[in-house]
């Protein structure tokens, strides 16, 4: 195609000089497998002839023709498995053409106008990015895995968007954020860059391979030959980056300046949903269906509140990037469960204990649950300490234990100590990446997230929470109160409809002060009677 080479051409140095750079590494490597082989021919040829006769000749060509035999043996199989080993792919919603036209014509739009490629197929990712990523191995041409069909050899590389810019990007914003990824497919086409990045994406597959029991022997070629090609293979991609981003400067590019001050904001709104938001459901067994959807509410939050963020919802007259969908809600609920298996480590389909929860259902199947299920947890592991029980599972009991172990010196340490013991074995139960709070979820394969949210809590903050839990599970049981969902901070309090944020500090002086008057004089401003037994999981 033409602008082929131009864009190519267009780095310093350029992509292409790099990417030959690569390919001299595996002609030197092919050269050293092939260098046996040419010299027992030599020998052979040369013994026929009778130039090589008498001692030691016959024994030297045998050793030589053997050694050979074995380097073309193990360079063969080599060989075939950087050919044919299956690089890492992303795990993505596949996109069909049906289920998106007027995006993929607007992909289209884009090629023609800067005159590159257009992507074989259209994806979607769980993440705030967006790039190109090439499924011409192979194996992944057996798979027929992207965007629902089946890969030819040389097909051009699949778009992956980030399914958060389609619901919270305008129509003219994503295609201004698009532009410098889809001229990528310009040097992806360049079969120099082509040969060069499948060399590598092989090199890495087979190290990969040789990670396995007996097969080491594979793995330490494969590392040798990356170390070599590594810095030109870098340098490579910086140069089709650049040369991508030239060819992109003539489309829209005021407007991409804007767009992209929303992908800073959707990344952030988009952290904030998934830590404080589908977090404490997917610890439970549940997974909000609509996380895309959510962007757009807690970005609209962010804005309200935040006096930078202020003109951005002027936005939201304009047409969202989400109408070029068929189906969005159905591709948001694709993209939503594999969120959930690439940040929590959910199972890959939906079942009777990982189970899908909408909006409007969150604050009494995620939220009331998440409460009940910690103070249960509480109660046990009191039960366990041999505390007196009372007449039932009361906030007393909590307020007169963390009290009196603070006047012993222990400011609820072996508490602490017996929530966190009893959250590991309950992951170990379960398989959880997180802290299960409800039902055994079995997550099988899936058991370790991709990518972890949040580290693991110490023993003082699981106290907080747990003792937080209950105070809220109290209130909603003898004030009125009521389970909420805040977009930005997760789940939340509300007292009259109104939002409770001035309890945290009152249970870190209970928990961290042994000193339970601040929380007390809370209790009774809003009616919650602590001596009342709490309703349990």
Not at 26 to 35: K, M, P
Request: glycine share 10%.
């Amino acid at each position: 195609m033409s602008g082929t080479g131009s864009i190519v051409e267009g780095g310093a140095p350029s992509a292409r000089s790099r990417a030959l750079a690569v390919l001299r590494v595996r002609s030197r490597a092919l050269a050293l497998g092939v260098l046996p082989a040419a010299l027992a021919v030599v020998l052979v040829s040369a013994r026929l002839t009778g130039r090589l006769a008498g001692d030691p000749w016959p024994a030297v060509t045998v050793a030589v023709c053997v050694v050979a035999a074995l380097v073309l043996l193990v360079g063969g199989v080599f060989a075939a498995v950087v050919l044919r080993a299956s690089p890492a792919v992303t795990p993505t919603v596949p996109l069909p053409e049906s289920a998106a036209p007027d995006l993929y014509r607007m992909v289209r739009d884009l090629a023609d106008r800067m005159d590159v490629p257009a992507p074989s197929a259209i994806a979607l990712t769980p993440d705030c990015d967006s790039w190109l990523e090439d499924r011409t191995h192979a194996a992944h041409r057996r798979a027929g895995i992207s965007g629902g069909r089946e890969v030819e050899p040389g097909a051009a590389p699949v778009l992956v968007i980030g399914s958060p810019f389609l619901w919270w990007m305008r129509v003219a914003e994503l295609r201004a954020v698009l532009a410098p990824v889809v001229a990528g497919t310009g040097p992806s086409a360049h079969p120099d860059i082509a040969d060069a990045r499948n060399f590598v994406r092989g090199l890495d597959a087979a190290v990969d391979v040789g990670s396995r029991p007996g097969l080491g022997w594979i793995g330490r070629p494969a590392r040798l030959l990356l170390r070599l090609c590594q810095v030109d293979a870098a340098e490579m991609e910086r140069g089709v980056a650049a040369a991508a981003s030239d060819r992109a400067q003539g489309v829209d590019y005021g407007l991409r300046i804007v767009a992209q001050e929303q992908v800073g904001l959707a990344y952030a709104g988009w952290d904030r949903l998934l830590t404080r938001v589908a977090l404490p459901a997917w610890r439970m067994g549940r997974w909000p269906a609509h996380l895309d959807a959510g962007v757009v509410s807690a970005l609209t939050e962010l804005s309200r509140r935040d006096r930078l963020a202020e003109g951005y919802t002027s936005r939201l007259g304009e047409r969202p990037a989400c109408d070029l969908l068929e189906r969005p809600g159905v591709i948001d609920e694709a993209a939503s469960l594999l969120a959930a298996r690439l940040f929590h480590g959910g199972p890959a389909k939906a079942g009777p204990d990982w189970s899908p929860v909408e909006w409007a259902a969150y604050p009494e199947e995620v939220v009331d649950r998440k409460w009940r299920a910690e103070a249960t947890r509480l109660h046990e592991a009191l039960d366990a300490l041999a505390v007196p029980p009372g007449p039932g599972p009361t906030l007393d009991r909590v307020l007169g234990y963390l009290t009196d172990a603070a006047g012993e010196g222990a400011a609820g340490e072996a508490l602490a100590g017996r929530l966190s013991g009893d959250l590991a074995r309950e992951e170990r139960c379960t398989g959880a990446a997180g802290s299960g709070a409800g039902a055994p979820v079995a997550r099988g394969a899936d058991a370790v997230p991709l990518f972890p949210l949040q580290p693991p809590r110490s023993g003082r903050d699981l106290l907080a929470d747990h003792v937080t839990a209950m105070v809220c599970a109290a209130a909603v049981d003898s004030a009125d109160a009521a389970p909420g969902l805040d977009w930005l901070d997760g789940p939340v309090l509300l007292v009259d409809g109104v939002r409770r944020a001035d309890l945290a500090p009152r249970v870190l002086s209970l928990v961290e002060d042994g000193d339970p008057e601040p929380l007390r004089d809370w209790l009774a401003e809003i009616g919650v009677r602590p001596e009342k037994p709490v309703r349990l999981v």
